[in-house]
C-alpha cells in the first residue's frame, strides 16, 4: 500500500518560514518524481515544485526565489522549504509521487498539510 504522509504545516506571520516534508512508502522512492501543489480555500489546486528522480528542480513563479525543494532518498522524503511567506500562501499543501518516466502522471498524493500565513 502506498502512502504519503505530509508534516510541518502550521500557522506563521507573514515574512516567516516552514518546511513541509512528505515520506513515502510502498514504492521505490528513488525512481519517482516528488512534486508539491497546493490547494487555497475556494481555488483549483495549483502545482507548486517539482523534484525528478536524478534531483532536477522544476519551479513555478510562486516558488521562485522563495521556496526550496530537496529530496533525501536515504528517508523517502521530499521537502519543501518555504521562506518569505505571504497571505496569499495559505493552502493546503499536497505531495505527489509519479513515475520518473516519461509522460507519466502523479498518482499518488497525500492528505495535505495546512499552511496558514497571519498576523
Known amino acids: 500500500q502506498v502512502q504519503l504522509v505530509e508534516s510541518g504545516g502550521g500557522l506563521v506571520r507573514p515574512g516567516g518560514s516552514l518546511e513541509l516534508s512528505c515520506t513515502a512508502s510502498g514504492i521505490a522512492f528513488n525512481t519517482y518524481d516528488m512534486g508539491w501543489f497546493r490547494q487555497a480555500p475556494g481555488k483549483e489546486r495549483e502545482f507548486v515544485m517539482e523534484i525528478d528522480r536524478w534531483g532536477y528542480i522544476t519551479d513555478t513563479s510562486i516558488a521562485k526565489g522563495r521556496f526550496a525543494i530537496n529530496r533525501d532518498n536515504n528517508k523517502n522524503t521530499v521537502y519543501l522549504e518555504m521562506n518569505s511567506l505571504k497571505p496569499w500562501d495559505t493552502a493546503v499543501y499536497y505531495c505527489?509521487?509519479?513515475?520518473?518516466?516519461?509522460?507519466?502522471?502523479?498518482?499518488?498524493w497525500g492528505q495535505g498539510t495546512q499552511v496558514t500565513v497571519s498576523a
Open positions: 505527489a509521487a509519479r513515475r520518473g518516466v516519461p509522460s507519466s502522471t502523479y498518482e499518488y
